[in-house]
């Protein structure tokens, strides 16, 4: 049997068994607050199953399981750049872990993988020490090492798209029962592990009484609150508006034209009573409101009026949205542009900086291609793990993607990795992984190794933006010896895990 060490940085693959930063041992440094984390590849294993030991460590092992990335879509001689495709589709690649408590990993056609993960508490011992993994008779050594260094709490705000609906859906489990209860804890709790701290909530219910006056029922978003306020996040948001079509001027409130006189009625109820429920419950800090997703030139004039009828309505509330460059200027708080986008109208958003608002930013299904970095299965790994440097470099305060477990209906995440997606009036096919970075896994939810590198991606941010206050010019170094732009990053892995590396020493003075 033979083995290879890979830095989690790079994805791995059944098919591959030479990897630029492959070794025969592995040596894992972490600082306090985070995870020693590992993944061997095993290849030429005898019979269906590897026993998985540790000596010296406790970590948690998972078993890597192989999805399929049916093809590039969305990239052609028009768009392609180094590594945007890593490989040529179809092809499997390990992005799924599934926990292996028993330590007891499948092998297919001789070959399996093995991802570790281990928490290192605030208060951890500092200081190197010897471990091991058992595999057989194979024993890989490995050395820890804890650093004195401690990553911040966290201030950047993340935001993916949770579905509840699409839990109950792909674990065959009624919505609001006790089974669907305990596994949509676990799908909040994964997703707080990786720091995302904002969800999308329930609205409340309108209907109008018996002298037509709307009332409003606000228990859903209530309850939701309530609950994942005590799992550890923060702010949440929902959208007030939505289009019929993508070349329309008209925006649908509640399924009534934003600019009726029925919409305005609609409004000047809905709008206090959430401003006044929110105060209630001591949450009005906790919650950002949506207009209507991704406004373009033909509802930007809708769009900008809808935004000043809630600012009369509720001037309290602070507005956001994610969106592409457009004549929208002024219309709200928080502005979340893709990030193609942002660093073509960068003059202009930090404009909007400049005069008192917020600067997120976003990807999706684009942009695909020309460079930009973004966390699809057909980029390198790293195109993900720089997600949250590029926060730091831009001083970007936030990061949006509306997909943390959007499957699209009838698609099976571990065959199918390109959907057909439909948005209002468009209809396309998504790029590998665009849907979700979790699986619905055997009675649980199973991580991808794209969530575990956002996870690391928030800690290294957190670390870059601590060390700039007492040395900037040490972290912007470090940053952009690496990250220089979101379409200019190095996808060497060991030029990575020297900036990382360089990063944990330097923050250990701070």
Known sequence: MRYACVDVSEFLYPDITEYPSAKSTMSLLAPRNSYLCGQIMFTDVEGDTLKITCDGWNPEIYEMVDVTVERNHGLDENNMAPHQPERVAPYQLYDCLKPARDGVITVKNKVCAVYFSERVEKDAPVGIRNAAVCAGDVTVPVTLEISCAVVPDETLTVIMGYRQGTVAEYHHVKYGSPEFERLDEQYLKMLRRSHQNMLYCPGPTGKKNDLGEWEFDFSAMESFMKRTIALGYTKFNFGLGYRRSWSASEILVAGLSSMSFECYQYLAKMLPALVQFLADRGWSDKFILGIADEPNEHN???????????????????????????????????????????????????????????????????????????????????????????????????????????????????????????????????????????????????????????????????????????????????????????????????????????????????
């Open 300 to 510: 930007a004039t809708e769009y900008r009026a809808l935004c000043g009828l809630v600012r009369k309505l509720a001037p309290s509330l602070k507005l956001l949205d994610a969106m592409s460059f457009g004549p929208v200027h002024g219309a709200i708080d928080i502005w979340i542009p893709l990030n193609s986008e942002y660093q073509t109208h960068q003059k202009e958003f930090e404009i909007f900086r400049s005069n008192g608002d917020e600067m997120w930013y976003y990807d999706c299904c684009v942009p695909r291609g020309n460079g930009y970095i973004n966390r699809y299965m057909d980029y390198p790994l790293l195109a993900t793990r720089y997600h949250f440097w590029a926060n730091y470099f831009y001083h970007l305060t936030g990061y949006l993607h509306w997909a943390a477990n959007a499957y699209m209906p009838g698609q099976d995440p571990f065959k199918q990795n390109c959907p057909e997606h439909h948005n209002a009036d468009s209809v396309c096919y998504l790029p590998a992984g665009d849907t979700h970075v979790v699986y619905p896994g055997d009675g649980e939810p199973w991580m991808s190794v794209r969530l575990e590198n956002q996870r690391a991606s928030a800690e290294e941010f957190e670390m870059l933006t601590a060390l700039s206050k007492k040395d900037k010019a040490k972290a912007d170094a470090i940053c952009t010896s690496v990250f220089r732009s979101f379409k200019d990053v190095e996808y060497d892995p060991h030029a990575f895990r020297k900036a990382r590396n360089e990063l944990i020493r330097a923050f250990e003075t701070v």
